[in-house]
């Protein structure tokens, strides 16, 4: 078993249309994929609706999920949700603020920019984002394209868009108790993303990730590009102590990043358990 459990279409910041990402999924040998965007579940239907036309032979399942964007104590962290029911109204209001403010939030990014000399504009970002949940990544690719910057990951440094940097500017982003008890009262399962990405920013202590699993947090994502072996070792004994499961996955986003489907899996009994916890929604066979 193939299962890679966090995965952007261009409802986010990927690149892959959803149908897209289902057909890479497929090309690349996963059994089970997520489609995890960024604040949004837009990219659901078209991806389940790919999996039902995916041709005789051919086998995946999807499960439906997103990245919440959080912060605590200055701190921005990335919450993954499964299998939540996206109609429940608590939780579908608080993505919808976060996409909301992502708006305002991009128009500042872009001014400032411009005031840092960069010949960028709103117009080209709402170009690259289309219907995207709009982000950093479509500002890089706006850099990028306007060649101040050579790839998207160079945007991301002090100079430009890291957090903390000259053109970074806050969105909302909600709490992470809170955002886990929201995806816990609408039937999903909350894993904490990528906890010791340091290459990302500050990353959050033990203290609060025990403080999450009281909250009632499930998993840790522990096999991440952005992890070294020192980081996952630590997480892998921190999720033990914790009860908590963990999962390994690729965070593709198409062409806009380097990491492919697939890079990382989870394992089948951490996927079994996310499962069990799971009553808001299901997985979608073809
Ligand atoms: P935003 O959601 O607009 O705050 O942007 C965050 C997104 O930017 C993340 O989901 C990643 O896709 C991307 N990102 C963050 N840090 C980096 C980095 N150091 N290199 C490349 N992409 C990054
Ligand atoms: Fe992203
Ligand atoms: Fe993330
Ligand atoms: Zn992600």
Redesign the pocket.
């Known amino acids: 078993m193939r299962i890679d459990l966090h995965a952007?279409s261009n409802a986010?910041?990927g690149t892959d249309s959803p149908a897209e990402l289902v057909a890479n999924a497929v090309a690349a040998g996963l059994d089970v994929v997520a489609l995890t965007d960024?604040?949004t579940v837009s990219g659901h239907a078209e991806a389940v609706e790919a999996v039902h036309a995916l041709p005789e032979g051919s086998r995946l399942t999807l499960v439906p999920g997103a990245?919440l964007?959080c912060h605590i104590g200055g701190i921005?962290m990335?919450l993954l949700a499964y299998l939540f029911d996206p109609a429940e109204p608590a939780f579908a209001a608080e993505r919808e603020l976060v996409r909301t403010d992502?708006f305002r939030?991009?128009r500042a990014i872009v001014e400032r920019c411009r005031e840092l000399g960069a010949p960028i504009s709103w117009a080209q970002v709402e170009r690259i984002a289309g219907a995207g949940?709009?982000?950093?990544?479509?500002?890089?690719s706006a850099l990028v394209e306007a060649g101040v910057v050579e790839t998207?990951?160079e945007?991301?440094?002090p100079q430009w868009?890291?957090?903390g940097g000259r053109a970074d500017v806050r969105?909302h982003?909600t709490d992470p108790a809170t955002a886990v008890r929201l995806v816990r009262a609408a039937g999903g399962v909350p894993v904490f993303a990528h906890p010791g990405?340091v290459?990302?920013?500050r990353t959050v202590s033990d203290q609060v990730i025990a403080d999450l699993a009281a909250a009632g947090l499930g998993g840790l994502e522990v096999d991440h590009t952005?992890h070294d072996e020192a980081a996952r070792t630590h997480l892998a004994g921190l999720a033990a102590e914790l009860g908590l499961f963990t999962t390994g996955s690729s965070?593709y986003?198409g062409s806009?990043?380097t990491v492919r489907l697939g890079e990382h899996t989870t394992d089948p009994a951490a996927y079994e358990a996310l499962l069990a916890q799971a009553t808001g929604a299901k997985p979608v066979s073809r």
Request: charged share 35%; no cysteine; hydrophobic share 25%.
């Open positions: 952007h986010s910041d960024h604040d990245e964007s921005s990335h992502r939030r991009g949940s709009v982000g950093r990544p479509h500002i890089a998207v990951s945007a991301f440094t868009l890291a957090n969105k982003e990405a290459k990302r920013g952005d965070d986003h806009r990043k």
